[in-house]
């Protein structure tokens, strides 16, 4: 409950990161770009989106960290196939 009064006192800004800084992965990156991003950023889900760096990008989805490696493991190249889509 303690938390839910903090809340409250944040603005969206406490909370958000500008769009220049999240860590995401363009649907159209190659699978070794998006590898080196999973590897490096250390984060354990990744937005996927579309669109031009010029216009606000469409979010597509989400990468789970750990599948994408499990699925890298296994052999697998389709990476969009796990892509879990946004509510």
């Known amino acids: 409950v303690m938390n839910l009064v903090a809340v409250e ?5 406490d909370v958000c990161l500008p769009w220049a800084n999240v860590v995401a992965v363009r649907v159209d990156q ?7 991003l999973v590897v490096n950023s250390r984060h354990t889900r990744i937005p996927v ?17 750990k599948e994408f490696i499990a699925l890298r ?9 796990i892509v879990r889509p946004m509510v």
């Open 9 to 13: 006192r944040k603005r969206v800004r």
């Open 30 to 36: 190659a699978l070794k770009e998006v590898e080196a």
């Open 49 to 65: 989106y579309a669109g031009l760096p010029s216009e606000p990008p469409e979010i597509l989805g989400l990468i789970n960290t």
């Open 73 to 81: 493991a296994n052999g697998g190249a389709d990476w969009k196939a």
